[in-house]
């Protein structure tokens, strides 16, 4: 079945970073776009950044944009996210998502338990 495990979060000052990884199994990873989604304390999922199956296209909120990267490695079966400059209101846990095409990666069919990222001083 279909398998997602997130890790890399933890404790970041503001200003720092943290890399995200998801490791994949139970489905062939390089033809599916995947997504990276939060949920802060007290509030719903929110979507934080695409990446098609190829890579060959990103997307990202607009809170994120500029700070955060997504990526993959197709030949290892895992999804990354690069957060830079972190902020407080970054804090959440992350997840991590399989769509349901090549592209379409704001549609997810499959959701990782989640990690906990914590950006205080």
């Known amino acids: 079945q279909v398998q997602l495990v997130e890790s890399g979060g933890g404790l970041a000052q503001p200003g720092g970073s943290l890399r995200l990884s998801c490791t994949t199994s139970?489905?062939?990873?390089?033809?599916?776009?995947m997504s990276w989604a939060r949920q802060a304390p007290g509030k719903g999922l929110e979507w934080v950044s695409g990446i098609y199956s190829d890579g060959s296209n990103t997307d990202y909120a607009a809170p994120v944009k500029g700070r955060f990267t997504i990526s993959r490695d197709n030949a290892k079966n895992t999804l990354y996210l690069q957060m830079n400059s972190l902020k407080p209101g970054d804090t959440a846990v992350y997840y991590c998502?399989?769509?349901?095409?090549?592209?379409?990666?704001?549609?997810?069919?499959?959701r990782g338990q989640g990690t906990q990222v914590t950006v205080s001083s």
């Open positions: 139970g489905f062939t990873f390089s033809r599916y776009a």
């Open positions: 998502a399989k769509s349901v095409s090549a592209t379409e990666y704001r549609i997810q069919s499959s």
